[in-house]
């Protein structure tokens, strides 16, 4: 079955080329201990013809000393290979098989059973696709099941088959598998396991392995083997957001400067515009160099070398993307933590942290909580002993280039080391400000974000605390002659917000008042540069902007602020950075057609022809202020007219 193709006799490069071209599947097997992996994975690997004859007598010899079956042939001693894993008929580490069939290649990582080897099946399942859960159909969903099936849905595995195995010890029961079926899924609805799929079967004798059992006529669904080769696992891949770790930089003679790496995620082609982070510097990729020869693309996980067009600053450890999709430039953030470590983590203590190709010295401040995988409750804790999974705040020493691990299991995923012993202590996935783990559903709204444990890129902890000076804001206001306010203008673009700011600015200036205007195409040029335009990185945007505007506000200032914020979520918790007493919230309020006329950029037509995603007032909503403390209509109004009623509006609030 592995190989049949007439190719084989009749032209062996061309048979070799077709087996190149096939994709790949990389899967795991996990659950309890005796659940049946290692036997799985030998019926697998014998029913479809990948055992040498020379191997096959000598596991039928290891049978008779080892074997825990009775039978002949113990298919699990394919796979365990340690002299203690034959003893005891376990799994202790992560064994990897290779083998193929026609229509796809597969990896398979037979992981061990046993809560103590929990850090063992995180590393076997970290670069998978697919997760097999074996479940003894006597003894149903144990601990473990639940343990493997959370960690499989924490490190992003998209696809899980349920294996409801030794389906003949309880006589090939429908009603015990269709039970079993129910109470796992009542367990995973609380998890982000988003392609679930139910097979009965009897791995040792074969049965739903690879042929259709005849034991289970009641059961319409395909055998494993079919199921395997047919899984679609072409989208999994984040072809979105080019991100591509400089590895190594090849210098093999003065006329050839190449940046070597494996594509973590988008697509590169020559001609495309890259930035270099951290220093942000930009260039154009000259060519996409591989061991074959020059290619128009490359996309992962194809290792490839890049040349530039420039001579600019590149080393191991830097991360190349496209301009206009950057990634998040953090040194604080939060992540989902496996501990691997006999000694449990202590917050405080330095450890060094290993993303992508670079690694920093970094503490963890905090541990928010940890997970009960059991019942997947949070529970309050101060550290994490080993396998114990729980949320946890970081702060680096350097900046890194990193994306929610649900967006990019590259980027998004690191190792933590201890510093005298160089072990790897802990594995962490850094996760987005709306993900919520160990609760059904995820949290939208950055209000509610917000509202929740802690902002995930939150810096503080118990040795950061608020500082205040020896100088009071009111004592700033009698020396300024003011009352320190923010005006935050919102509506769409093209509303008129910042003509009128500028104008507001002008007159409040004349009229001897101390004000500055934070414009937000500024701050996108500098202090959220970093920052797209998806709903988080929207959040993030009005919630620095925020910060400023409140930092301003305490030296005394009248600060305005013309921005778009189109959710009223986002602009509550400005209110709520800001001070409610300083926030003066402005609705200028311009119909739409109105702002496409007076597009000046042209953003309107771009957006309504697909070139701009998630636009505003076009394929993303805007959510009206429902009580604003001023609402403009600038229809019938100058923008001069519209800066006056604000002037008159905000002068009774900051004059002393």
């Known amino acids: 079955m592995s190989h049949q193709s007439d190719l084989i006799a009749t032209d062996i490069e061309a048979y070799l080329a077709q087996h190149e071209r096939k994709d790949?599947?990389?899967?795991?097997?996990?659950?309890?201990?005796?659940?049946?992996?290692?036997?799985?994975?030998?019926?697998?690997?014998?029913?479809?013809?990948?055992?040498?004859?020379?191997?096959?007598?000598?596991?039928?010899?290891?049978?008779?000393?080892?074997g825990t079956t009775d039978t002949e042939f113990d298919p699990a001693l394919l796979t365990d290979g340690l002299k203690a894993e034959r003893e005891q008929g376990i799994t202790i580490d992560v064994a990897y098989r290779y083998f193929s069939t026609a229509k796809r290649k597969f990896i398979i990582a037979d992981t061990p059973g046993h809560e103590q080897y929990t850090r063992n099946m995180a590393t076997g399942a970290s670069t998978c696709d697919l997760a097999i859960i074996l479940i003894d159909a006597r003894h149903g969903i144990l601990t473990q099941t639940r343990r493997h099936s959370f960690i499989a849905s924490l490190l992003g595995i998209r696809h899980i088959i349920v294996a409801v195995n030794k389906m003949d010890l309880v006589d090939y029961s429908?009603?015990?598998?269709?039970?079993?079926?129910?109470?796992?899924?009542?367990?995973?609805?609380?998890?982000?396991?988003?392609?679930?799929?139910?097979?009965?079967?009897?791995?040792?004798?074969?049965?739903?392995v690879v042929n259709t059992s005849e034991h289970m006529p009641w059961y319409a669904g395909s055998p494993l083997m079919y199921l395997l080769e047919e899984v679609y696992i072409a989208s999994d891949a984040n072809l979105i957001d080019f991100r591509f770790p400089v590895q190594y930089v090849n210098r093999p003679n003065p006329d050839f400067r190449g940046f070597c790496g494996t594509v973590a995620s988008g697509i590169v082609r020559p001609g495309d515009e890259i930035m270099v982070f951290p220093s942000r510097k930009t260039s154009r990729v000259k060519a996409i160099h591989t061991f074959e020869g020059e290619v128009e693309q490359a996309m992962p996980p194809l290792a490839v070398t890049l040349t530039l067009e420039d001579e600019i600053d590149v080393s191991r450890g830097d991360m190349l993307v496209h301009p206009n999709n950057v990634p998040l430039i953090a040194t604080h953030f939060e992540a989902m933590l496996v501990w691997m470590a006999e000694e449990p983590m202590q917050p405080g203590k330095q450890y060094f942290l290993k993303q992508t190709t670079t690694m920093t010295p970094g503490v963890i401040t905090d541990v928010r909580y940890r997970i009960d995988v059991n019942t997947l409750h949070r529970e309050d804790a101060t550290q994490l002993g080993l396998n114990e999974i729980g949320r946890c705040a970081f702060a680096l020493e350097k900046p890194i280039a990193c994306d929610p691990y649900r967006k990019n299991r590259t980027s998004g995923a690191f190792v933590v080391i201890d510093r005298l012993t160089n072990n790897t202590v802990g594995a962490g996935m850094?996760?987005?400000?709306?993900?919520?783990?160990?609760?059904?559903?995820?949290?939208?709204?950055?209000?509610?974000?917000?509202?929740?444990?802690?902002?995930?890129?939150?810096?503080?902890?118990?040795?950061?605390?608020?500082?205040?000076?020896?100088?009071?804001?009111?004592?700033?206001?009698?020396?300024?002659?003011?009352?320190?306010?923010?005006?935050?203008?919102?509506?769409?673009s093209g509303s008129g917000k910042s003509s009128i700011a500028e104008r507001l600015e002008r007159r409040l200036h004349t009229e001897g008042f101390h004000a500055y205007r934070l414009d937000g195409d500024n701050l996108r040029l500098g202090l959220n540069r970093d920052l797209a335009f998806s709903e988080m990185d929207r959040a993030e945007?009005?919630?620095?902007?925020?910060?400023?505007?409140?930092?301003?506000?305490?030296?005394?200032?009248?600060?305005?602020?013309?921005?778009?914020?189109?959710?009223?979520?986002?602009?509550?918790?400005?209110?709520?950075?800001?001070?409610?007493?300083?926030?003066?919230?402005?609705?200028?309020?311009?119909?739409?057609?109105?702002?496409?006329?007076?597009?000046?950029?042209?953003?309107?037509?771009?957006?309504?022809?697909?070139?701009?995603?998630?636009?505003?007032?076009?394929?993303?909503?805007?959510?009206?202020?429902?009580?604003?403390?001023?609402?403009?209509?600038?229809?019938?109004?100058?923008?001069?007219?519209?800066?006056?009623?604000?002037?008159?509006a905000i002068a009774a609030h900051i004059r002393l």
């Open 541 to 648: 945007n009005i919630r620095r902007i925020a910060e400023v505007a409140q930092l301003f506000n305490q030296a005394g200032l009248i600060v305005l602020v013309p921005v778009i914020a189109p959710f009223q979520a986002d602009r509550q918790h400005a209110a709520e950075i800001i001070g409610a007493d300083r926030f003066f919230e402005v609705y200028v309020d311009t119909p739409l057609e109105v702002c496409e006329e007076r597009d000046v950029k042209g953003l309107y037509q771009k957006a309504r022809a697909g070139e701009i995603p998630d636009f505003t007032g076009i394929s993303s909503p805007y959510e009206t202020p429902p009580t604003p403390a001023l609402r403009l209509t600038t229809v019938d109004h100058t923008v001069e007219e519209s800066a006056d009623t604000v002037f008159r």
């Open 430 to 492: 850094i996760i987005d400000r709306n993900q919520s783990f160990g609760a059904p559903g995820s949290i939208g709204s950055l209000g509610s974000r917000l509202n929740g444990p802690k902002d995930s890129m939150d810096p503080t902890n118990s040795t950061i605390r608020a500082e205040t000076g020896l100088i009071a804001v009111t004592e700033r206001e009698q020396t300024l002659q003011q009352h320190a306010l923010t005006v935050w203008l919102t509506g769409l």
């Open 24 to 66: 790949l599947l990389r899967f795991l097997t996990c659950g309890s201990v005796d659940d049946g992996k290692s036997t799985l994975i030998g019926r697998l690997l014998y029913d479809s013809k990948m055992i040498y004859e020379d191997q096959l007598e000598a596991i039928k010899k290891d049978s008779v000393r080892h």
């Open 174 to 208: 429908q009603e015990v598998f269709e039970r079993i079926v129910k109470d796992y899924t009542d367990f995973a609805a609380r998890l982000e396991l988003s392609d679930v799929r139910f097979l009965p079967m009897a791995a040792l004798r074969g049965d739903n």
